[in-house]
Each structure stands twice: as C-alpha cells, then as structure tokens.
C-alpha cells in the first residue's frame, strides 16, 4: 500500500495496464505531449511512445469513433475526453454506436474501450464546464458506468474497465484528482465492475451515494455521529452495473434511505435508485426516501451561487435528519 | 477485336463481376417482392441500380481488408461473401439470419468476411473505418479500410473528421463515396456548396478521383489502383462514384422529387446489360453463358427466401442476451 492521489492512481492503472497488454493504446485531446489536462497521463508518451499515446484533435465524435472501430479491429482503447462535458459531442458515437454494436450484430463484436471523462461542478467554471451527465450514460443499456470515490476504486474499477470487455464509460471527479488514500500497489489489484461497497456500517440510516458524493456522505456521517446516529453508506462504484442487492440489503437492515447524487435531481440517478428502493424494500422503509440531489439549474460562476447547486455535507446531514424523523 | 476486358481480368473473373451483380440485383428485387408481402418490415433501402460500385469496389480489394459500409448495404455484404440466405433470413427478422435477426436491413455484419458493418445512422462509420485502419496498422497487419458512403454522409461532421484524422495519423482508409445524387429526397445540389464531392478533400491533403459508377470494369480499376496507393503509402484516399438508384430511397419512397424521364435515361445506362453486352461483344462469353447465370442467380435468391421463411423466430430470451460481453446478469431485476 502507498498514499497517493486519486490522479496517480488512475495513471499508476494506466501505466500497469499498459505494460501487461501491448493491445491497450491511450488517445485524447492533450493526452500525450501535454500529458492531459488533468495530468492523468503523465508520463505516458515518455514510456510507451507516439505509436500508444497519442494527441488528436479536437474531434470529441471521431475519439470515440476511431476507439469504436479499433476494438472492432482488437485494440483495447482507453481513450480520454477532457471533459464529460465534451461527451455530448460524441454521443453519437457513444449511444448510437458504441452501446449498439454488440447487440445490433447479434453478439459478433467485442468492444472493449474505455471512455474517461473528468466531470462535476465545485470549481466555478460555469454552466457549460460543470455538468455531472452520469445519468446519461446509466439511461443507457450497453455501456458500463463507472464512477469512482477514491484512490483505491480509482485504480482498481480502471483496471477492472480497461480489462473488461465491454464499453466502459469513466467518469472520474475533478474535484477528487488531488483526494489522497492509501491504494494497494500490486499489480494484480483490481476492484470488480458491479461490486457496490459499504464504507461505513450503521444501523439507522443508509446514505447511498457515489463518486465525490461518497466522500460527502462519509463527512455527513461522521458529522451525524456525533449525534449519537449511526449512519451506513454504500458507494455504488459503478452504476452500470448496478448492485442493487448490496443497497437494499443495507436500507432493508437500516429501515431508511437517503440517496445522494451531484446531477439534476429530474430523472436523475436519485430518482432511479429511490424508484428501486420502493420497488424492492417498500415493506422495510420506515420513511419515504430521501434525494439529495444537485439543483435542477444550468451551473452559475459566482461561488457564492455555485454552491447552491451542489450538494453540500449540511445537505446530507439535513436529509438524514430528515428521514429520521418522519415515519409512514 | 481485341479484347480490352480480358487484357485488365481473366474470363473467369470478368465472369464472375457479371455474376456478382446479377445477384445483388436478383435479390434487391426479391427483397422488394418480400416486402410487398408483409415478409420483410422496418426499413428497407435497396441498392437497384448501383450494382456496378459494390462489385466493381470489392473486387479490387484484399479478401481481408475491412469494410465498413451505411444501410444500404446488402450487396456489399454478399460480394463480400455473405451467405444469401443468412441475409435474407436477417431481413425477415429469423433467428437463423446473419445477427440472429437484431439487426435487419440496415445492420448486417460478419467479422468472418471482414465485412465490419451496415450503420443507419448518416456518416456514423467514418470514424469506425478509421478506427479499423489504425488497429490494422497498429498490429502490422496490411489491411485497409474500405468505407463506403453516400453524397449525403459528406456534410456530416464526421466526414471532415474522419479525413482530417486519417491524414495526421497516417491511417489507410478507402474513402468510397457511392454518389447518387440525392439524399433521400434533398439532390446533391441541394445540400453541397460544392457538389463535387471528390474535390472537397483537398483541404485535408487527402487525394482523389472520380468515377463512373455505371461501368464495373472502370470501378474495379480505380479501386485496385487506389487500394493499392493507400496500402502501399498507409495514407487516406477518396474516390468518389456517380451512380444512380433505380428505386426510391426507401420502400416508402414515392420518388416525387425526380421526374420520370431521368430515371429511365439513367436505367438505359443499367450496369448490368451494358456490361454483359461487352462481354459478348469481345467473346467472353455467349448470351446463353449470361441466361445461365441469371438463372443461377434466381435460383439462389429464390433458396434463401424459402430458408427465410422457413427458420424459427427468434426466441423471447434472446432480448436480453448479446448486449453485454460475459454478462447477462447486468439488470437481473426487470427479467
């Protein structure tokens, strides 16, 4: 185990990777020369060369396409998107062609690429660069979601991805790049698409969250013991997959929900997951569900408004009080 | 008179070109038939008319060199090598068709024949063929990427992209622009600043020529020529192919958007006749050689029809199988 950031820990998978499968080729805009806006790819051109890591241009669709048509060819792309932002340029190589092409072929093709995408708001960059799409992607069928928390998943849910044989959408937190934890430096260490995990055990409530809103449910939760309530929180890791079993044995054991999620609150992954708790544990609620969700606005710039959008730990804290007051 | 044909194939090759296309037209005209007949539904684009680009084009490629092509595709999946009946039993939406009836018309594929996919949405396999080039030069492989699209695909995004991004990396794509003058109902001039479409690659330092689609020979040797370019320089090429459909752009397509005087002259350049008529011109073949193909032809098409028909459907648990690699499990709880 070493303590590092969450960006080395996603470059350390890379590089790990990379070095265990020479069909793994990285491209994106800035990746290479410029080592990624981020600095997800430090260090990637240095080792594996221009024929590996490569610059493009600026051509979000024609990314995904050409990653699209390479693991047709039997490369294992994992390529980037500066932004998820940038992702709905290439929608339509994402939904109309990369989430299609196994089924519409009858299970002939294999895609096994790997989109990252940085995304969410918190850093005052304005409507158009701020956006958490994650529901996009788990709306859905034929792609992966991915939505890591810390270091540790960070590495492991990459490698899982790059590894997997289907299309993995990676959407990484900018806020959560310079996040420190401890990640196992093995090799073989990987963290399972699919495989929902329980940061904390509790008995009174469960918060289930994913991606910064974890480590936001993790504060709350630690706030809230103070207050003598214990709080469990489930990190979806991935939302696609969706481990619903480990969910809603937790709000089965606990009797309350509260569902935490950075994007707009309509039809958000907020309204999915609470749709799932009704449907599967309604005998065990206590409390209806709560959903802590962004605000349904385009992001604003000015901080003193941005963080009206966001959801805050005093947010979730509320929401848990909440819950824990009222009863059916 | 000596015979200029011979001089570019040998008999049985100009033979089989012949062949080819009397296929892909024997079964264009079946699939309009099935259709008629409530058999096959959806979305049908038939390739009537066009028959000398897929033929011509294939036969100058590699047996492994990738192609990738729009939705009106199935000849170029047949030159390729696809067995007619599992294309006609995909068309009928059968269990036994090419993709287990998940794709129909639009959306054949067969890795086996490299033939890499039928794609419905304008322009959508611009980036694939780039893609499926740089895997090939990537892994030293040879291969080129055909791609085939129409004068419509190329005010999409992707088009300008795709050439953009197939110079800077060096990347051997066949750009094949079967140009039939419309898109849908909107004429090329309608919807090209400049619709001469081969001279739009110029701001991508991407060569290119222009074709006549009506004759096999003329597209067959351009390709082979530029194929070869591209796979011997590892760098992008367009050529761009008048043709014309005989048929409306889809089965629902009244075709009042053109009259019908220019439909008839372009039928009395058919492909097809004019060139069989060459090849008994200079002594190929006999009349009878080219009856007994059509014959063949028919006897095929009718065959996968009766399989078509003929074949399961597709079972109701195949909806959730073949979307996720290793995976059926992935939304366990809407089964």
């Known amino acids: ?105 009858g299970g002939q093709a294999t895609l096994p690429i790997v989109v990252r995408a940085p995304g969410g708001g918190g850093s005052q960059l304005g409507a158009q660069h701020s956006q958490s799409l994650e529901a996009f992607f788990m709306h859905c069928p034929g792609i992966y979601v991915a939505v890591p928390s810390t270091p540790s998943d ?31 430096e093995d090799e073989d260490f990987t963290v399972p698409l699919g495989k929902a995990h329980i940061m904390r055990e509790g008995k009174d409530v469960t918060i289930i969250a994913y991606s910064r809103m974890s480590i936001l449910a993790l504060a709350a939760a630690a706030e809230l013991e103070k207050e003598g309530i214990s ?26 929900a509260v569902v935490v999620s950075e994007c707009w609150r309509t039809c958000g992954v907020g309204a999915e997951i609470t749709s799932l708790l009704y449907e599967n544990c309604f005998d065990s609620l206590l409390a209806p569900v709560q959903r802590v969700s962004g605000l349904d ?14 959801p805050q730990v005093e947010d979730a804290v509320k929401a848990v009080k909440e819950v824990l007051s009222q009863k059916y | ?81 696809a067995d007619p ?16 009836g998940k794709g129909g018309s639009m959306h054949l594929f067969d890795p086996d024949i490299a033939f890499m996919g039928g794609y419905a949405i304008v322009g959508g396999q611009f980036p694939i063929a780039v893609g499926l080039a740089f895997a090939s030069k990537y892994r030293g492989e040879g291969r080129i ?35 039939n003058f419309y898109g849908i109902g909107t004429g090329v001039h309608r919807a090209s600043a400049l619709p001469d479409i081969h001279r739009r690659t110029c701001g991508y330092d991407v060569p290119s020529e222009k074709v006549d689609g009506m004759d096999v020979m003329a597209v067959y040797l351009a390709v082979k020529r530029a194929a070869e370019w591209v796979r011997e320089h590892s760098r992008p090429y367009l050529i761009e192919v008048i043709t ?56 095929v098409v009718k065959e996968a029809v009766i399989f078509a028909e003929e074949s399961p459907w597709p079972d109701d648990g195949e909806v959730w199988k073949d979307i996720y690699a290793g995976g059926e499990e992935v939304c366990p709880w809407q089964k």
């Open chain 1, 297 to 310: 606005v385009p992001m604003p710039y000015s901080r003193k408004i941005e963080k009206l959008c966001i």
């Open chain 1, 231 to 256: 709080c469990e929180v489930v990190d979806l890791r991935t939302l696609t997959p969706l481990d619903t079993a480990t969910f809603t044995a937790s709000v089965k054991k606990t009797g309350r």
């Open chain 2, 1 to 81: 008179m000596e015979s200029r044909l011979r001089a570019a194939l040998p008999d049985y090759d100009l033979m089989k070109l012949y062949e080819q296309m009397v296929l892909c037209r024997e079964f264009e005209e079946s699939c309009a038939e099935q259709y008629t007949k409530g058999h096959i539904t959806g979305f049908l684009h038939l390739y009537s008319g066009q028959e000398a680009v897929a033929v011509g084009a294939t036969a100058g490629l590699h047996k492994d060199d990738y192609v990738v092509s729009a939705y009106r595709e199935h000849p170029q999946a047949l030159v390729r090598g």
């Open chain 1, 1 to 105: 185990m070493a303590e590092m950031t969450y960006r080395d820990a996603l470059n350390m998978a890379l590089k790990e990777e990379m070095r265990r499968d020479p069909s793994v080729v990285v491209w994106g805009e800035d990746v290479a020369l410029y080592e990624g806006s981020f600095k997800v790819t430090r260090g990637l051109l240095a080792e594996f060369g221009e024929g590996r890591v490569k610059d493009t241009p600026i051509s979000e669709n024609t990314i995904v396409g050409v990653a699209v048509g390479s693991a047709l060819g039997g490369l294992r792309p994992a390529v980037e998107l500066m932004t998820v932002n940038f992702a709905l340029l290439a929608m339509d190589q994402i939904i109309n062609h990369m989430a299609k092409i196994r089924s519409m072929f």
């Open chain 2, 85 to 100: 009946k599992r294309v006609m039993a995909e068309l009928f939406g059968k269990s036994t068709g090419m993709c287990k």
């Open chain 1, 154 to 184: 960070a590495k492991g849910l990459l490698k899982s991805a790059i590894r997997d044989n289907n299309p993995v959408m990676f959407l990484e937190h900018e806020l959560l790049y310079n996040s420190k934890g401890e990640v196992p």
């Open chain 2, 244 to 299: 014309y459909r005989f048929r409306g752009h889809s089965m629902a397509d009244p075709g009042k958007y053109r009259s019908a005087a220019e439909v008839e002259l372009w039928k009395a350049r058919d492909p097809i006749p004019a060139f069989g008529k060459r090849l008994v011109e200079e002594g190929v073949v006999s009349r009878d050689d080219l009856d007994c193909l059509q014959a063949k032809a028919r006897t």
């Open chain 2, 145 to 179: 990427a055909a791609c085939f699209f129409g004068d419509g695909a190329v005010n999409q995004g992707n088009f300008h992209e795709g050439l953009n991004w197939a110079r800077l990396w060096e990347l051997p794509v066949l750009f094949l622009c079967e140009n």
